[in-house]
């Protein structure tokens, strides 16, 4: 079962911004795109720090989920 903490949503968007800018680019931006993240996500609250460190906790689902360009669909638990 996937904790609800986990936030797959939000995961998966963020792995596959991160892995589309690094396979187009070939570097990470995190400059650039904390911003971007924190605008669309967390209401201007993020910054590069915050990315980086997210980056690094998540090597494996930006690994797995970045390349699918599209978000999977997972069930979420009535509320």
Known sequence: MVESRWEPVKTAAMSQLVWYVKETTGQYHDGLVAPLIGALI???????????QW?????SEIRRLGPLRVLPVLPRPPH
């Open 55 to 59: 980056r690094q906790r998540h090597v």
């Open 42 to 52: 967390y209401n201007g609250n993020w910054d590069t720090d915050s990315l980086k």
